[in-house]
């Protein structure tokens, strides 16, 4: 959801997946923030409740606005908003209007979106020309996308603008959506509820006036994908149901950032992902090109890079087979070395099983 995701993050360089989240609870809200993190969204929203129970705070109720955004609960964020607007900091104030705003938008009140929109604005240019960039961007958003299309599938909600290339062909767009969402769930017995959002851009300059992002990424714990219309969406929604096979059990991914790319493009599903697969790892072992697992599972690279560790987590998954690459996905953080607790083997032994697998 393009609130959540933008006031969760810094300004910061674009990733692929970014599932960092700069929010902060108050430290009263402690415990809910351990869930909120979890993904136990549920007992986020019961323990700020309850906080809000025993003391009203401003601080928790902007916590709990986020909660319900990441639920999309829009009547009960419209009824938080509204209790926020009379906040004694002014981006509250703002902030309050903009989540108004945004829940008007998804509620289907075009009109009343706008004029929310609007109070955000003038609450945000009271302070300064340049406060509450958060604000702003999403009364921008809320402005922009309130005018675009909406395709609603069997796993998908599909929003583009009028003018896309897609728009005559939104269907079969959502039949391909549904049959990677379908083949990746499977893959990780991911437990996910309600749809992804796909929001799908004619051009970067197009990107560029509404999110001041660059495309293609995804925001897994806002169940959403923000992409070109041409993109190869399966990567993204790989992404976003990697976090909810370990989310859904209330842990988290492993916390290995090319672990979690190398899942996305095993699969993917598309014939270019597949192609990097079979040609770039083969290619860089001829020439001692080949990069060390253990140094290149911690971090993200380019598509060479993506390629390499795509190929070593199909090889896992296909090799050791499905139930193990689960247990190895859920419990990784748990575990000292979760290579030898789960495979019996040390990551090193593995790679060497993989290298030698090759063609």
Known sequence: ?????????????????????????????????RRYRQGNLAEAEKALRELLRQKPDEEVRRSLCQVLLRTREY??????????????????????????????????????AHKACAEAERLANESSPYAFPDVRRIVRCVRAFVGWKRHECGTHVIYYPPDSPIAGDIVNVGRRLDDDFVRIQSALDALFEGKIEAYLFNDQGQADAILG???????????????????????????????????GRHKERPRLRGLIEGFATAFA?????????????????????????????R???????AAVLGSFVRWMYETKGKNAFIRFWVEYNDHEDPWKTVYGVTLRELEEQWRSSIE
Do not use: C
Not at 2 to 19: E, G, K, M, N
Not at 299 to 305: I, P
């Open 1 to 33: 959801m393009i609130a959540a995701f933008f006031l969760l993050l810094p300004l910061a360089a674009p990733q692929d997946d970014r599932d960092t989240d700069a929010f902060q609870f108050p430290s009263e809200a402690a415990e809910a923030e």
């Open 75 to 112: 009547a009960g964020l419209q009824a938080e908003a509204e209790a926020l607007m009379s906040g004694r900091k002014p981006l509250h104030r703002a902030f309050a209007w903009a989540m108004k705003a945004f829940a008007a938008w998804k509620l289907g009140t075009a009109e009343e």
């Open 213 to 247: 992002w660059p495309l293609n990424f995804s925001a897994p714990r806002d169940r959403a994908m923000y992409a070109l219309h041409h993109a190869g969406l399966g990567h993204h929604v790989a992404h976003i149901l990697s976090f909810y096979a370990a989310g």
């Open 269 to 297: 599903g598309d014939a270019l992902s597949e192609r990097r697969m079979r040609e770039i790892p083969s290619r860089m072992l001829r020439r001692e090109e080949l990069p060390a697992l253990d140094a290149a599972l």
């Open 299 to 305: 971090q993200e690279g380019d598509a060479a890079h």
